[in-house]
Nanobody, 124 residues
């Protein structure tokens, strides 16, 4: 069992930065890949970034590559998403999720635990 709690969302102007955090509980955290997804109003939930259990592999959606950075601290059971150069199209609810595997995936169906989400709003 893994419980996930996101924090760090808020309102920011276009071009600004935000850092999201995900605190995880459960003994299996360090053996799981982790991911961030987002869902804008009226749209499907989409992949943003993922990181393998060790942090050695990372994956990004093309829309955020070069602007967002995912990282993790297994000693603290946390995952972070640093978001820079934010755009209005980044506005969404951001969700942290735990992958069933260690490697990481861009596929929403590979994740079996989800946080409640945190709102990110980018004003233009």
């Amino acid at each position: 069992q893994v419980q996930l709690v996101e924090s760090g969302g808020g309102l920011v102007q276009a071009g600004g930065s935000l850092s999201l955090s995900c605190a995880a509980s459960g003994r299996t955290f360090s053996s799981r890949a982790m991911g961030w997804f987002r869902q804008a109003p009226g749209k499907e939930r989409e992949f943003v970034a993922a990181i393998s259990w060790s942090g050695g592999l990372t994956y990004y959606a093309d829309s955020v590559k070069g602007r967002f950075t995912i990282s993790r601290d297994n000693a603290k059971n946390t995952v972070h998403l640093q978001m820079n150069s934010l755009k209005s199209e980044d506005t969404a609810v951001y969700y942290c999720a735990a992958d069933r595997s260690t490697r990481g995936s861009t596929n929403l169906g590979d994740y079996d635990y989800w946080g409640q989400g945190t709102q990110v709003t980018v004003s233009s």
